[in-house]
């Protein structure tokens, strides 16, 4: 099995549980979920950070998802109890979720038309087009 297909499998399973699975479940289930955020919200960061500009509302969401993916991965826990593991596990769900989003997104778009064609990634002047002088208006 795939790692999309696994993550995707441990995602759904969390999402669709009516109740709260066993403790243990929870406890891989969110061990899982975390390496993926781990490995995944900085590649559709940066991949944001490549094709689009800095102003770009696109980069904005993802960099925004991206950074609130790391904090919930790396600085909550399961926290105590069944009730608490289980909201952490589908909030980390969620969050694979929305990445997955982003990240389809951000493949769809054409390399050459978001780096090119006054459309820097970061602000560098020497990929912007021309200025139009006083004398050729």
């Keep these: ?29 969110a061990l899982r979920l975390r390496r993926h955020i781990d490995e995944e919200a900085p590649r559709v960061k940066n991949t944001a950070k490549d094709l689009l500009r800095v102003d770009d509302p696109r980069r904005v969401a993802v960099e925004k998802s991206a950074d609130e993916a790391i904090y919930r991965a790396q600085e909550l826990s399961l926290g105590d109890g069944l009730d608490s593991a289980f909201t952490y596990c589908r909030s980390l769900a969620r969050i694979v979720r929305e990445l997955r989003g982003h990240r389809q997104k951000l493949d769809q778009l054409p390399d050459s038309a978001s780096r090119l064609g006054g459309h820097p990634a970061d602000g560098d002047p020497s990929a912007r087009p021309p200025r139009a002088s006083a004398a050729s208006t």
Excluded at 8 to 26: F, H, K, N, Q, S
């Design 1 to 29: 099995m795939d790692a999309d297909a696994d993550i995707e499998r441990v995602t759904t399973v969390i999402l669709d549980a009516a109740d709260p699975p066993e403790y243990g479940v929870m406890a891989s289930s």
